[in-house]
Each structure stands twice: as structure tokens, then as C-alpha cells.
């Protein structure tokens, strides 16, 4: 062996097997597990309140904020009748006429205005439901012959 080849094998066998790696950093002593504690139990406490806060403005503007009747006190559902699945008429009484409204799900149409039958609402208020249907028979067969019409102009 030469000379080279023994001073590198002594150089191996004389470095510790951890010689490649830096010297460790001295650990530091955990820190105490009050003040970490005291800081999470804090900014859960805040969130806490933070939450019911929102919670109560919520309660307290659906209980006393504005209305959102805005301009609707002139306008109302007299009556509805489903046609399908998701199609409905609607008279809607809008000021003083009635309005035939045909809605599904993609549109909303007007049939036809009519001017508003105060009698009807006058049997409805007396509680006598005959009453109201019988003396109504000759409008409602007419409109039925309107909307045939209608009908038969679309086509």
C-alpha cells in the first residue's frame, strides 16, 4: 500500500460516523404552557363573541328592521289554480282592476285585465261560500269563452 492510500484510510476510520452532519443546535427549554394557553383560550373567547354579535344584529333587524312591503299595499293574490306541475293562473288585484297572470317557471304573462268585482268580495266577507259561486257563474263561463279565444288566436 502506498502512503496516499494509508493516510486516506486512517482519515476514514478516525472520522465519527456523524462527521458529515453540523453540530447540533442547543435545544431550547420548552416554554411554559400558561401564557400559550391564556393567548388561544382569548382569541376563542373574541370569535365567540364576535359570532353572537352577528347572531343578535341579525335577530334585531328581522325583528325591527324596515319592511319590505315597499309599494304593495295596493296589490294582492285574489286567487290562484294550478294548471300543472308548474304552471299556475293568478288574478291579481292590482289598484282597481284585476289582472289574469299565467306563470311558470321561465315566464310570467298577462292574460287579461278585468276591472275589480266588489261584490265578490262583499259574499266573501259574509262567510256563505254558495254565495259566492252562484251569482259568478255567467262571468266565469265568459271568461272560459275568452280565454278560448285567446287561445285559438295564438294558434
Do not use: C
Not at 494509508?6 to 401564557?35: E, K, N
Not at 376563542?44 to 328592521?65: D, E, M, P
Amino acid at each position: 500500500m502506498t502512503t496516499h492510500a494509508r493516510l486516506l484510510t486512517i482519515f476514514f476510520l478516525a472520522l465519527p460516523l456523524g462527521a458529515g452532519a453540523q453540530p447540533a443546535a442547543p435545544v431550547a427549554p420548552p416554554l411554559p404552557a400558561g401564557p400559550a394557553t391564556a393567548g388561544l383560550l382569548q382569541t376563542l373567547f373574541a370569535l365567540i363573541v364576535v359570532l353572537a354579535l352577528l347572531g343578535a344584529l341579525a335577530w334585531f333587524l328581522k325583528r325591527y328592521g324596515p319592511k319590505a312591503m315597499g309599494g304593495s299595499a295596493n296589490l294582492r293574490v285574489v286567487g290562484s289554480l294550478s294548471l300543472g306541475g308548474r304552471e299556475r293562473l293568478l288574478v291579481v288585484e292590482v289598484g282597481k282592476q284585476w289582472i289574469v297572470v299565467g306563470a311558470s317557471p321561465g315566464r310570467v304573462n298577462a292574460l287579461a285585465t278585468m276591472p275589480k268585482q266588489e261584490d265578490m268580495d262583499a259574499d266573501a266577507d259574509a262567510g256563505d261560500a254558495h254565495a259566492v259561486l252562484a251569482p259568478h257563474a255567467q262571468p266565469a263561463s265568459s271568461f272560459a269563452d275568452w280565454l278560448k279565444q285567446t287561445i285559438d288566436k295564438r294558434k
